[in-house]
């Protein structure tokens, strides 16, 4: 849920002034907006960042898991 939403109005090149959901990343305090700002708490580059870090903590769990069985199948 993303914690700070507000709208504004944005360019739009088919209905010239669109009104668009935006909201401040927690993390880099910058203004985004995208698909569905309710949906996310960080901006895409940050979402990014944090998916990374998340996928690097699996794979270490997944290594020491995998290491623990090569070991103990000695
Ligand atoms: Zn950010």
């Known amino acids: 849920m993303a914690n700070s939403v507000?709208?504004?109005?944005?360019?739009?090149?088919?209905?010239?002034?669109?009104?668009?959901?935006?909201?401040?990343?927690?993390?880099?305090?910058?203004?985004?907006t995208n698909g569905n700002v309710y949906a996310s708490d960080h901006c895409p580059e940050c979402a990014?960042?944090?998916?990374?870090?998340?996928?690097r903590e699996r794979v270490r769990k997944y290594r020491a898991k995998k290491r623990a069985e090569a070991e103990a199948g000695l």
């Open 6 to 32: 507000f709208w504004k109005k944005v360019p739009s090149e088919k209905y010239g002034f669109i009104n668009m959901p935006h909201a401040v990343c927690p993390v880099c305090n910058k203004v985004y």
């Open 48 to 55: 990014e960042e944090i998916a990374k870090a998340k996928n």
